[in-house]
């Protein structure tokens, strides 16, 4: 992969303090325990080399969607987490930035390693202040960024840190662009999309993006009533937005590779005690609430995936909270790991799926983005991709001195 930003390898570590944003906004129950740690164990082999490199390390990232300081939503328990991951004792500070953090940081020695407090509860972050970022750059030597769902995001963490100080990607995000470059520069044919989830307003440049990529776009979950409303069909008690409604009928009538269900699986309540029945899809009953994609729907994208030779999932198909309305989502996932080909997938409901049906192992690639995923194959470049390359220009001859 051709790179217009420095990555860890082409820097100087040994010696130095490393200040790395990772991702570690892990999902957590209600009593505020983690759930699914993935997201930390997707920053061990940038922490771990940077360990083995007698780096001093500083790690930053957000946590939740805090509004000013919330007990639960502290980095305590991501610490907890990640040293019992390392089997390194982590330093878990209560501030990003301040005289207190300061002290700790210039106390550091070779391989220890220190958490900064949530970086949202700082307001600063998400406005991208300069100031914020500068202190954060100034407490260490170079800035890391690990933390691919997050560059879709402007925040001072991201991008403004980048003018302060010489930074470079780290393997999670080096490993991201690798995987999905694959996606958007000169994808193998047939290629193949399953877009669902519920909402089109989520995924509208995505969408328009990707189906000028794609030899079939397959098209599931709540968003497909959007498209049939479009089309003047009943949806019944579907969820639609009917603000798109004229979007999704222009996009399917300019793309004829576009490709719906053609039968739904639904009932009148959305309750555990729904119970599932069939409709077609020019045919859905007025109290329809349409939740899965049905059997012949499941054929039809069954055959496209088939033929592919490069897959990209995002989204599930159905109500998968509800069980008797995942089989639609569950049997896409099951042909899509059957077939021999590049397979990617992305999106947190679609890797629950993927994760409860222990099929993690058989994709080629599981993104650990979110909206970054599809802002990145919509844009072809992030806010944090094109950080990294306005730093490495601006540093380059500290490159060529030798400092860095």
């Not at 100080?165 to 999309?193: D, R, W, Y």
């Not at 440049?205 to 000028?212: C, G, N, P, T, W």
Request: positive net charge; contains cysteine.
């Amino acid at each position: 992969m051709k790179k217009s930003f420095w990555g860890l390898n082409d820097l100087s570590i040994s010696g130095r303090t490393v200040l790395v944003r990772v991702d570690f906004n892990v999902p957590l129950d209600e009593q505020g325990n983690i759930y699914d740690d993935d997201k930390i164990r997707a920053a061990i082999p940038t922490i771990r080399f940077l360990i083995q490199n007698n780096a001093r390390i500083i790690l930053m990232s957000h946590l939740g969607r805090p509004k000013g300081i919330e007990e639960k939503l502290k980095m305590d328990v991501i610490g907890e987490r990640l040293q019992k991951l390392l089997k390194s004792r982590v330093i878990k500070v209560n501030n990003c930035v301040g005289e207190d953090v300061k002290v700790i940081v210039q106390n550091m020695h070779e391989k220890d390693i220190v958490l900064l407090e949530n970086l949202r509860f700082y307001p600063e972050e998400e406005s991208n202040s300069r100031d914020f970022a500068q202190a954060l750059a100034d407490l260490a030597d170079i800035y890391v960024n690990d933390a691919f769902g997050t560059m879709h995001r402007a925040h001072a963490s991201v991008d403004a840190i980048t003018r302060f100080i010489p930074s470079c990607a780290g393997f999670l995000v080096e490993k991201e662009l690798q995987m999905l470059k694959q996606v958007t520069e000169k994808p193998k044919s047939p290629f193949v999309a399953i877009i669902g989830g519920a909402k089109i307003s989520d995924k509208i440049k995505f969408m328009e993006a990707l189906v000028d990529k794609v030899d079939f776009l397959l098209v599931g979950g709540a968003m497909m009533f959007t498209f049939f409303k479009g089309q003047h069909k009943n949806v019944g008690k579907s969820l639609v937005e009917p603000e798109l409604t004229n979007f999704a009928r222009k996009l399917f009538v300019n793309h004829k590779n576009i490709v719906l269900p053609v039968d739904v699986v639904g009932d009148t309540k959305t309750d555990e005690n729904a119970k599932p029945k069939l409709a077609l899809a020019d045919s859905i009953p007025d109290d329809f609430i349409g939740m899965d994609i049905g059997p012949e729907t499941i054929n039809l994208f069954e055959k496209k995936i088939r033929i592919a030779r490069t897959i990209f999932w995002n989204g599930p198909l159905g109500k998968c909270e509800l069980k008797q309305f995942s089989k639609g989502t569950k049997a896409i996932a099951k042909a899509i790991v059957s077939r021999r080909c590049l397979k990617i997938a992305g999106g947190g409901d679609s890797l629950a799926i993927i994760e409860k049906l222990h099929l993690s192992r058989k994709f080629t690639h599981i993104s650990t983005g979110g909206g970054a995923t599809l802002d990145f194959i919509a844009n072809g470049t992030l806010p944090g991709i094109i950080a990294l390359e306005l730093s490495c220009q601006n540093f380059a001859k500290y490159k060529q001195d030798g400092i860095i």
